[in-house]
C-alpha cells in the first residue's frame, strides 16, 4: 500500500482529492496537512511514500517545502497538484525532484492515470534488478525499439540484434 499524504490548503479542493484517491486501488491517505509546516511534521514522524502538494500555501509554499524535504534526505515522492502554470514554477518542481506535475482544475482520469503511473514505476522500481527495456519504459514511457529511425522496422532490428 503506497502512504499519501495531501498538503492542499483549500478544505473543498483537498476533501477532491481525498475522494479521487480513493477511488484508485493501492493507495492509502496518511494524512491532510493545510501548510507545509504541519506536512513537515507529519513527514518527520511517520513513513510517507508519496506527497500530492500544492504551490499556493500560506506560509511555506510547496516548492520551498520540496526543496526543504530534498535538503532533509527524506525519500517520499511528490506530485504537484496546483494551478501554477508558469515555467519557472514547472522547471522548478522537476528540478527538485517532482515525479509529476498536474495543473488545477485535474481531471480524474489524469489524477488517476499519474497515480497508476507512480505506482507501476514504483512496482518496477523495487525490483532486485532491471532490464533495460523495464528501465526505459519507466523513464521515457517506451522502449528504444518502439522509436525506431525512418525505415528501420522491429523485425530488421531483431535480425540485427541477433
Known amino acids: 500500500m503506497i502512504k ?3 498538503i492542499e490548503d483549500e478544505p473543498q479542493v483537498a476533501e477532491m482529492n481525498k475522494n479521487y484517491l480513493a477511488k484508485i486501488p493501492g493507495f492509502a491517505l496518511r494524512g491532510i ?4 509546516t504541519a506536512a513537515l511534521a507529519l513527514l ?6 508519496l506527497v500530492l502538494v500544492d504551490i499556493f500555501l500560506p506560509g511555506m509554499d510547496g516548492l520551498q517545502m520540496l526543496a526543504k524535504l530534498r535538503q532533509e534526505g527524506h525519500g517520499a515522492d511528490v506530485i504537484m497538484l496546483t494551478a501554477a502554470r508558469d515555467m519557472e514554477s514547472i522547471k522548478r518542481a522537476l528540478q527538485f525532484g517532482a515525479v509529476d506535475y498536474l495543473i488545477k482544475p485535474v481531471a480524474f482520469e489524469r489524477f488517476a492515470e499519474a497515480l497508476k503511473q507512480y505506482a507501476a514505476r514504483v512496482e518496477t ?4 534488478t532491471l532490464t533495460q527495456r523495464q528501465l526505459d519504459e519507466q523513464l521515457i514511457g517506451r522502449t528504444i525499439s518502439e522509436c525506431l529511425p525512418k525505415g528501420l522496422e522491429k523485425q530488421t532490428l531483431k535480425v540485427i540484434e541477433q
Open 4 to 6: 499519501v499524504l495531501i
Open 33 to 36: 496537512a493545510s501548510n507545509c
Open 44 to 49: 518527520r514522524s511517520e513513513p510517507i511514500d
Open 125 to 128: 522500481m523495487n525490483a532486485p
